[in-house]
């Protein structure tokens, strides 16, 4: 049994709460250990927006620290955290930084700082240290050819320099992953352009447009659902839908899963953790439809 | 008040490439530290140990060796040669209690002019603390 | 020794002189041992000034002339040839390079006038020890040899052909003509392309000098300037051409298909194939890879109907070896592969192609006969959107420098597509025009007026939608997003060396530089010399260009050649690595490590006894010293670089 430290943030705890105990069930088939860090706080996602260095860095920067003294990796799933762990990472351990971050350090008072602790994304440990052939093995619900369109969102893959998780334009890991398990990739131009998450309160009409275009360009490309990792990406291009659908007569509703939905349900776990009810797209039709879900 | 250490350093370049590339730092008009002498040879490969330690004899702190890239040699393998013998020589440095680092060889082409003002620059602030090579004064032969 | 030593420390205006300090210089110099005079001058390469040293050495019988100046690369020669001309032995002459290693890397003046001190000391060393040498005559072949047959290659062979010089022109492919072939109409003057190449390609063809070996390559050369072996690997044709007379015959029914590389993928060609019909030679070529006679046995269809009986399915690979005096590098280019650009739905998205293909497409004698039809449904694009610096300008993602050609070559094509699509729209999304070269600017106005529309700011994703390609970009002069809905997409990809030329200069040991170009001598003013000597360069293998610089090199590269051949003999550099016979032990020890086999272990009477020694081929030396640092007796001295010539000079060097 692998065991890889895991950070799981504040919206799997919540909101995504399946996307977090899927990803945990999962691994545990695959032969994998998630295990929790000890104590954790919030990542400090909305670091960007804070125009104190400091402030916005404490979140992460402690995370980080405390992972240091329980593993050489750190592993997460929202593509949110990931995106703000791995790039503080990058800014703490760049050169000419050491007294920045010996400050920081004494700040939340920790004294281990690990500068080669990896942040990993679970799709990075399934491609690299379980293998999508080791998956494949293991599945007991072939999804059937079931047509998905992996979206990535922006977080995952931007800025390229400090994320170098795939091809910016065109990344292939989830795609892959979800070919494992016997689903049907489907290519559509917009795998990691803006879901307008972060709009949604101040401007929902500009959010509203970025997820019409997803969905459009999915439907065109006949995708039957969209396979996701954020939490933030999955609740918009969801639940806009319904603003959408009235909007737009005729407008074909696509469901939004999680990626550790699907692997969950592929691997053969059933029931509420999948929490296929919490949608606002129904996902059960077209699951029976395809004959995964009884 | 202490003078600051100002490092001998004597350098063999090729003609082809490093001595170029120095050339081209000069017309870029880069700047670095003067330190290094350089002496310019047809090719690395010219560069017999014996010269290496003659120039640490005669009161060089380090000594810089600059040729071609593996495989661009202007002479086919001169710089393979030199590849070979630097280590060879760094052994027998050891053995005589002289730092290996005192001895870098480094491959600069013609279009690197940038490269050869950051290598010398790096190797003579890097002898800097090192400190002087104290070699006893009966293995000196400075005047 | 008691030589007399001159050294003369120019200022060069205020290159050097504004830096080291030349008094302190002249005081220090004037006290070293065997420094007979010393003299300073504002600029040692002027007439005055070389006239001053020639006057100092015959005055003070100078046995030997030191000249701290700029680097040897300049004036080296400059300064050997006047003190030749006073009677002094040019290779008693020494530079000391005080300014671009010296002057213009040292801020501070004390320190710039210590250093330039210890160059000049080392030089002087240098200068003790010198013996004077004389040049090795070494004589020449008087052939040359173009690599690469398109528009440069072609030209350069002409040029040396027609001053009376036989050349072999080795081009890779089936026929010559290269890119230009595949071209429609060339700019400023929408000339046909073929139109104006095909007389150069027959007259290159028929030309008595020019022995053209096309579908060949450069496989191994030997030697040097004035002598190369060169051996060229002849691929199979499967076909004799001595027999064959072009009539096509064979092609009419072969069953094996492939993309055509000629119509870069829009169309078919079959696996015996001419790569198009005005090929030079016109003689066709059998692709063993998808011919069914050699995958399967069952196919003769060719060879049946071939009324000269010229099908040789069982020609092999040969190789011919040619004697030559000097090499043209004329390898050309190829388009930067857009593969990784995924923003660009490159490969992925059908209607996006480059502009070679949008070429083929214009072209009369193309896969659409010339009418403007998009690959994917051969339908009339009414909306065509052109991406300049496709690959270009881009530091991070592609290559960081300009292609030279596309603007000007994207002009032509919108408005070629506006000739042939009267109610079409063109528009070019772009980051600058640049229209250098003559008549250039007014072609792109003639663009612009003709309803081409030029918007400013680069293009950020291009993608299907349908029917349509979407190309997302943006109006950097209105400041806003633009989004257009094109029917096709044609990029102007950058323009990169061939991927063979990476090989080749790997055989030749040419010089590339950090792109994959092939690097001339100086940017400046050796535009068509390479720093071996006996290899030039011709064309967009040396960077991007348009086809009348590539003509305009390919001439001067010849008349490099044509050069080289006027000297009765070469002269090789004296500066070799000898043989002491006393001392030598018979070894062997350089003999291996000596790369030219310029050296050979024979048996000699050497003082009344025999004993093994080493002979030296004075014209295979190159003067590189590996043998002088290998030889465990000190037996093998390079003329002029001797042990104990080094070690004064590094001694002198550490001095003050």
């Given at each position: 049994m692998r065991e890889f430290t895991y950070y799981p943030g504040c919206a799997l705890f919540t909101k995504a709460k399946n996307l977090d105990q899927c990803a945990r069930m999962s691994a545990e088939i695959l032969d994998v250990r998630l295990k929790e860090m000890t104590t954790w706080n919030c990542c400090g996602a909305i670091f960007s927006t804070v125009s104190d260095d400091l402030a916005s860095q404490v979140g992460p920067i402690r995370n980080l620290a405390r992972a240091s003294s329980q593993g050489d990796s750190l592993v997460t799933l929202c593509a949110a955290c990931y995106n703000v762990l791995k790039r503080s990472q990058a800014w703490i351990t760049k050169p000419g930084n050491e007294t920045t971050r010996d400050r920081f350090l004494n700040f939340i008072e920790e004294e281990k700082f690990d500068p080669n602790l990896k942040v990993l994304h679970l799709l990075e440990v399934m491609k690299n240290d379980i293998g999508f052939e080791a998956v494949k093995t293991k599945v007991k619900k072939n999804l059937k050819g079931l047509k998905l369109g992996s979206y990535y969102g922006c977080l995952m893959v931007r800025p390229e320099a400090e994320m170098q998780f795939d091809s910016v334009d065109n990344p292939m890991m989830m795609d892959d992953l979800m070919a494992a398990l016997g689903a049907q990739p489907v290519y559509f131009p917009f795998k990691t352009e803006c879901c307008g998450g972060y709009l949604l309160v101040n401007d929902q009409e500009a959010s509203l447009k970025c997820a019409a275009t997803i969905i459009n360009s999915l439907n065109a490309a006949g995708a039957e659902a969209v396979v996701t990792t954020c939490p933030l990406c999955q609740y918009n291009v969801d639940n806009q839908q319904k603003i959408l659908s009235e909007r737009v007569a005729g407008f074909k509703k696509l469901p939004v899963f999680y990626f550790t939905q699907l692997l969950a349900l592929g691997l053969g776990i059933e029931g509420d953790v999948l929490n296929l009810d919490g949608h606002y797209v129904d996902p059960k039709p077209l699951l029976k439809a395809k004959g995964l879900l009884s | 008040m202490a003078d600051k250490f100002e490092p001998r350093i004597t350098g063999f370049v090729c003609k082809w490439c490093t001595s170029a590339g120095a050339d081209l730092a000069g017309t870029s008009r880069k700047t670095y530290p003067p330190n290094m002498t350089p002496i310019m040879f047809f090719?690395?490969?010219?560069?017999?140990p014996q010269h290496i330690l003659h120039a640490f004899r005669s009161g060089a702190d380090g000594v810089f060796i600059g040729g071609c890239h593996p495989g661009d040699c202007h002479y086919q393998e001169g710089n393979y040669k030199t590849m070979k013998r630097i280590p060879m020589v760094k052994k027998l440095m050891r053995d005589m209690g002289i730092e290996e680092d005192r001895l870098r060889l480094e491959w600069v082409s013609a279009s690197e002019g940038d490269k050869f003002t950051k290598v010398i620059t790096q190797f003579v602030e890097q002898i800097r603390g090192m400190g002087p090579l104290k070699l006893p004064a009966k293995q000196r032969k400075v005047s | 020794m008691n030589k007399r030593i001159g050294v003369v420390v120019c200022h060069c205006g205020i290159n050097i002189a504004g830096v080291v300090k030349i008094p302190e210089v002249l005081e220090t110099i004037k006290?070293?041992?065997?420094?007979?005079a010393v003299r300073d001058h504002m600029y040692c390469c002027s007439d005055p000034g070389q006239n001053m040293i020639k006057d100092l050495t015959k005055s003070e019988k100078l046995d030997a002339v030191v000249v701290a100046c700029c680097s040897p690369t300049l004036h080296e020669s400059t300064f050997r040839k006047a003190v030749k001309s006073v009677g002094l032995n040019p290779y008693l002459c020494e530079i000391a390079n005080i300014r671009e290693q010296c002057s213009w890397v040292t801020p501070d003046r004390d320190e710039a006038t210590k250093k330039a001190i210890r160059i000049i000391r080392t030089q002087v060393a240098r200068a003790r020890w010198d013996q004077p040498l004389e040049p090795i005559d070494v004589p020449v072949t008087r052939r040359a040899m173009v690599v690469g047959g398109g528009v440069a290659g072609i030209q350069a062979a002409l040029d040396i052909a027609n001053a009376g010089y036989e050349v072999v022109l080795v081009e890779k492919d089936p026929s010559i003509g290269g890119h230009m072939a595949q071209l429609s109409e060339t700019f400023p003057t929408l000339d046909c392309s073929q139109c104006i190449l095909t007389p150069k390609m027959v007259e290159a063809y028929q030309h008595p000098k020019i022995k053209l070996l096309t579908y060949s390559e450069v496989a191994d050369v030997s030697g040097y300037v004035g002598n190369f072996k060169v051996k060229v690997r002849r691929k199979p044709a499967y076909i004799d051409w001595d027999v064959c007379n072009g009539c096509g015959q064979c092609l009419v029914k072969c069953p094996g298909r492939k993309e055509s590389e000629f119509d870069r993928g829009m169309s078919k060609r079959k696996a015996v194939y001419r790569p198009f019909p005005q090929a030079v030679p016109n003689r066709p070529v059998i692709d063993a890879s998808i011919c069914v006679h050699f995958k399967t046995g069952r196919c003769s269809i060719c060879a049946d109907v071939c009324p000269l009986k010229a099908i040789r399915y069982d020609q092999k690979e040969s190789f011919v070896e040619e004697s030559v005096g000097a090499i043209v590098i004329a390898t050309g280019f190829e388009l930067y592969d857009l593969k990784d650009y995924s923003s660009f739905g490159v490969g992925k998205t059908q209607d996006v192609i480059d502009g070679l293909q949008f070429e083929r497409i214009l072209s009369a004698s193309g896969p659409t006969s010339g009418e403007v039809k998009r690959p994917s449904d051969g339908k009339v694009p009414k909306r065509v959107v052109f991406v300049q610096c496709a690959g270009s300008r881009d530091v991070e993602n592609g290559k960081p420098y300009c292609s030279k050609i596309c603007c000007m070559y994207t002009a032509k094509h919108a408005m070629l597509y506006k000739h042939r699509v009267h109610d079409g729209d063109a528009i070019v999304f772009y980051i600058d025009v640049r229209t250098g070269g003559k008549g250039f600017e007014e072609f792109y106005k003639r663009a612009t007026d003709e309803g081409v529309l030029y918007v400013r700011g680069k293009v950020s994703k291009i993608y299907r939608q349908g029917d349509k390609v979407v190309v997302w970009g943006a109006d950097t002069l209105t400041g806003q997003k633009v989004q257009v809905e094109a029917d096709m997409v044609v990029l102007a990809n950058a323009m990169t060396p061939t991927p063979e030329s990476a090989e080749l200069a790997g055989v030749l040991k040419a010089q590339r530089d950090e792109h994959g170009f092939f690097n001339e001598a100086h940017p400046k003013l050796r535009p068509v010399e390479t720093l071996t000597a006996g290899y030039f360069l011709a064309g967009a293998g040396q960077g991007p260009k348009d086809i009348p610089e590539a003509v305009a090199q390919a001439s001067g590269a010849a008349c490099k050649v044509i050069g080289l051949f006027s000297n009765k003999t070469l002269s090789h550099d004296p500066p070799i690595a000898g043989i002491d016979e006393d001392a030598c032990s018979g070894c062997g020890v350089c003999v291996d490590v000596c790369p030219y086999g310029a050296r050979e272990l024979v048996e000699k009477d050497v003082k009344g006894k025999m004993k093994k020694v080493i002979k030296v081929n004075e014209v295979l030396c190159e003067c590189c010293g590996a043998c002088s640092s290998a030889c465990p007796v000190a037996a093998c001295e390079q003329r002029n670089l001797k042990d104990e010539q080094i070690q004064e000079m590094v001694e002198a060097g550490l001095e003050g």
């Open positions: - | 090719c690395s490969g010219r560069v017999d | 006290t070293l041992p065997g420094v007979a």
